[in-house]
Structure formats: C-alpha cells, structure tokens
C-alpha cells in the first residue's frame, strides 16, 4: 500500500502549493484589472481556496466515487469549523468586527438549511446540482455587488485584503502562476483521488468515511494555512472570513459538481450522521462569531471546545466503522 500513502501525501503537497499559486495568480490578474482588493477577497480568494475541495470532488465524481465527493464537502466543512478555527483560536483569539461577515453568516445558515431540503430524499440529481451551482453564481454577484456598495466604507475586511492582496505581479507572470496553478491542482487532485479510492478499498472502507477524514484533511490545508497566518499577522476578519467564504462554496460548488458529473444516491450516514454535525457546528460559529452586543470573539477556551469536538466527531467515526 504505500504507492498509494505517497500518492496521497504527494497529492496534499501538491495541492496545497498549486492552490496558493492559483489563487495568489488569479488574485494578481483581477488586481491588474483594476478589480478591488475587497472583491478579489470575497469572491477569487474564496473561491481559490475551496479549489482543492471542487477539483478533488469533480474529479471523485467522474470517476463513479460519488461518496467520497459528498464526504469531502460535508467533511471539510466540518474540519474549517472545528479543527481549522479551533487550532487558530488557541494560537490567538479571533476577534471579528467587519459587517461583511456578520451578513454573511445568516447567509451560509440559509444555504446550509436549502442544501438539506434538497438532499433529504438521499439522492443528489442533477437538477439538485444545477440549482446548487446557480446559487453559487448568485452568491458571486451578490458578494461583487457588497464589494461595489462597501467602497469608501472603512470595513476591517477591506483594510486586511488591501494589506495581503500582492501587486506589481506583471500581468504576464500572474498569467503563468494561474496556468501553473490550474495544471497543478488537477495532476494533485487526481493523485489524491487515486491514492484515497486505493486506500479505502484495502482496508474495506466506504468512500463516504475516506473523503470525510483523509481527503477532507488534505483539501483543507490551503484554508488552515491561510487562517493561521491571517490571525499570527492580526488579520482576524480574513482568518474567519476565509473559512465562512469556504463553507459556502463546499456547499454550493463541492457538493453541486457531483450532483451534474454524476447524479446518484447520497448514503444515508452522511445526511443521519455528518450533515447534523456539520450543521451544529455552524451553529455553534454563529452563536460564537456574530457578537449580537459588539463585536464577535472566539476566545481559546471556545477554541479547545471546537478542537474536542472535532476529535470527538472523529471517534464517532471511528466506532460507526468498526462496529
């Protein structure tokens, strides 16, 4: 087995640096267009990062291995809340002050709660995924038009995007960096489908439990990455903001690819087990995140209680595998 335990760890590798060349290229070449920083943020930044997660999903899908692209979305959503914000709250609380996420955590509730109706008969068709990728055209516009109406409003997101957004990359460069970045991402993605379909199928275990645990893991790397540096640099909007701008389009994109690649029944643990604690997690974000009387704050001791959760989540899987 350990051709496929390198093909996976190469693949981790592999997409975590194509995917910060993606984004750092696509953001340059937005910049160069005179696109503000604040809407290269929300939309090409997000985007970029939930890359890993929409190639590896669309990637699983057109291979027949629907369950591991169900799991990768529902998984990574899980691993941002609580393994990713729980470890970056613990190394320096996060407090949150921009008004752009405090619109846009009812959002992903609403999204959250439509996703579910959708996918309550356990069967992922493909007009189930077309509506899902129409919500993420819509989310587009809908984040590009708070971009326009927030220029000249002082937003804490906007200040730490213009700080963190790279210029002076010549067009022709950012151009190569978005190329090198694209080949990559899809030469990783397909290095970590194999290698995790091979692994799951050696120890007898379903698709839905590897894109939930390894797959999701490593497709999450860019978004814990990127939250661990937004909160060492002070940038706390941007730390929670990436994994909010994430969670939307795991949603609406990771889960949507598969939906039109591969329509098919969704298991049945995913949408009794996962989703549930998917959904409770956000909640939980919501609650910590929002500051209904001032600004937001995720305190070290709510980070070690999303880390306890994330490992307590992962003994459920567990025990729900091996009995």
């Known amino acids: 087995m350990w051709p496929e335990l390198l093909a996976v760890a190469g693949g981790f590798l592999l997409l975590t640096w194509s995917a910060d060349r993606f984004v750092v290229g696509s953001a340059s070449v937005a910049?160069?267009?005179?696109?503000?920083?604040?809407?290269?943020?929300l939309t090409i930044v997000s985007l970029g990062t939930s890359a890993p997660e929409?190639?590896?999903?669309?990637?699983?899908?057109?291979q027949g291995n629907s369950g591991l692209s169900v799991g990768n979305a529902i998984g990574s959503n899980i691993i941002n809340i609580a393994l990713v914000l729980g470890l970056t709250a613990l190394i320096a609380p996060?407090?949150?002050?921009?008004?752009?996420?405090?619109r846009e955590l009812p959002v992903l509730i609403v999204i959250m709660s439509l996703t579910w109706l959708l996918l309550t008969d356990?069967?992922?068709?493909?007009?189930?995924?077309s509506l899902?990728?129409?919500?993420?055209?819509?989310?587009?516009?809908?984040?590009?038009?708070?971009?326009i109406k927030s220029k000249g409003v002082r937003d804490p997101m906007d200040t730490e995007f213009t700080e963190e957004i790279r210029?002076?990359?010549?067009?022709?460069?950012?151009?190569?960096?978005?190329?090198?970045?694209?080949?990559?991402?899809?030469?990783?993605?397909?290095?970590l489908v194999w290698g995790s379909v091979a692994i799951a199928q050696e120890l007898g275990v379903s698709d839905l439990v590897i894109g939930l645990t390894?797959?999701?893991?490593?497709?999450?790397l860019p978004e814990l990455a990127a939250s661990l540096m937004g909160a060492i640099k002070n940038e706390h909007d941007i730390a929670i903001g990436n994994i909010i701008g994430s969670n939307i389009f795991n949603l609406l994109a990771v889960l949507g690819l598969p939906g039109v690649i591969r329509p098919g029944a969704i298991d049945a643990a995913a949408m009794g087990r996962d989703y549930p604690v998917m959904f409770t997690l956000t909640l939980v974000l919501f609650v910590m995140a929002y500051g209904f009387r001032g600004p937001g704050r995720i305190n070290r001791f709510e980070g070690a209680m999303?880390?306890?959760?994330?490992?307590?989540?992962q003994t459920l899987l567990y025990f729900s595998e091996t009995l």
């Open 122 to 129: 356990l069967d992922l068709g493909r007009l189930d995924g």
């Open 214 to 220: 390894i797959v999701a893991l490593g497709t999450s």
């Open 94 to 102: 996060l407090d949150i002050h921009s008004s752009i996420l405090r």
């Open 306 to 313: 999303l880390l306890t959760a994330y490992i307590g989540y």
């Open 31 to 41: 910049y160069n267009l005179n696109v503000s920083p604040l809407i290269i943020g």
């Open 167 to 191: 210029t002076g990359m010549p067009m022709w460069q950012a151009l190569i960096w978005l190329t090198i970045g694209a080949v990559f991402l899809l030469i990783s993605s397909r290095l």
């Open 54 to 62: 929409m190639l590896v999903s669309a990637m699983a899908a057109w």
């Open 132 to 147: 899902l990728l129409g919500g993420m055209v819509l989310m587009l516009i809908w984040l590009t038009r708070i971009g």
